[in-house]
């Protein structure tokens, strides 16, 4: 699966709500795809409702056409302790098309992409010397 890169046409950060991310869950299950959660229940133990921000990854091409999008999903933790959580899911090309983006501007494409980078880095809080 090829890399997607913050200046490719199919790169995008979407904010989708919760509704939306179980409608995701169950077509990756319907589908049999891997890059999902177990369960709407497994989702729903680890992600609070709410909206979720979603940033295209990877895309997975058979003959030239995209079957799939990998993305990640940056969420707030179900246990309502003020942390986050990123994860993947695995996406129909044609819902992938149908969400409404944030990263239209260059500078905020940028900020954003950095702003996944760092999540899947891990983030701490940092006591100031």
Not at 106 to 128: E, H, N, Q, W, Y
Request: charged fraction near 25%.
């Amino acid at each position: 699966m090829p890399l997607i890169h913050s200046t490719d046409p199919d790169f995008r950060v979407c904010q989708i709500s919760f509704d939306t991310l179980l409608a995701i869950q169950l077509e990756a299950e319907e589908r049999g795809w891997a890059t999902r959660w177990s369960s709407v229940h497994a989702l729903r133990s680890q992600v609070k409702e709410g909206s979720v921000v979603l940033q295209s990854l990877m895309r997975e091409e058979r003959g030239g056409v995209v079957r799939a999008y990998r993305c990640l999903l940056l969420f707030s933790a179900a246990e309502d302790d003020g942390s986050g959580g990123v994860a993947t899911i695995d996406l129909d090309p044609a819902r992938f098309e149908s969400l409404e983006r944030l990263d239209r501007d260059p500078d905020v494409r940028k900020a954003l992409a950095r702003t996944f980078s760092l999540a899947m880095g891990g983030i701490s809080m940092v006591s100031k010397n």
